[in-house]
């Protein structure tokens, strides 16, 4: 493929231009950009395409790799009305910051300002946990599903087994019910309530 130094060089300078522009704060400056970069894949596309070859006339006689590759073209008519929609977009855009405040910039906003600053170790959500945090005792249900694991819990028989919570002592039935799903020790009433 015979590659034409001329259009790869226009592309470049488009492609430079647009992201330069893009960069601004000028939403006008921005458009513009956007414009350049869209008109840099159109001629990146026509440069994919190769030589210029026959118009796609049937002729018997005409060899199939000598028509021209139909492709590259219906890709830029595809971009083509993507950046105009784009292009349209923007200037909506435009005009309508400019009938708000008068002004084409964008300003910094206070809230990502406010994010930026903030460091990225934050000590309450990244510090290390301790295993046990929790003012509630540990009773956990028996391997069994029913009984009550002994640690913990004083030296009583299971039905009548008490576990230290705090400063007062709950049975431990109760507590092993809690860790189940759905709370044992609440009647439920009509409606979500409660009895």
């Given at each position: ?15 430079a ?67 105009f ?27 990502d ?7 990225s ?30 640690s ?27 860790e ?16």
């Amino acid at each position: 493929m015979n590659v034409n130094l001329t259009l790869l060089t226009v592309m470049g300078a488009l492609y430079a231009c647009g992201i330069y522009l893009i960069m601004e704060r000028s939403l006008t400056r921005v458009l513009l950009g956007l414009m350049l970069l869209a008109n840099a894949t159109n001629l990146l596309i026509l440069a994919t395409g190769g030589y210029a070859g026959l118009a796609p006339m049937f002729s018997k006689d005409t060899d199939p790799r000598d028509y021209n590759d139909p492709l590259p073209q219906a890709l830029i008519l595809t971009s083509i009305v993507i950046s105009f929609a784009v292009t349209a977009f923007m200037l909506g855009i435009i005009y309508r910051s400019w009938v708000l405040a008068r002004q084409d910039e964008i300003q910094d906003d206070v809230e990502d300002i406010r994010v930026a600053e903030t460091p990225s170790f934050d000590a309450e959500d990244d510090s290390e946990v301790p295993v046990e945090t929790s003012e509630f005792p540990l009773t956990m249900i028996g391997s069994d599903g029913r009984g009550i694991s002994d640690s913990g819990v004083s030296d009583e028989s299971p039905e009548h087994a008490t576990v230290k919570a705090g400063d007062h002592s709950i049975r431990a039935k109760d507590a092993a019910a809690e860790e189940q799903p759905g709370s044992q020790n609440v009647a439920p009433g009509p409606e979500g309530g409660v009895k």
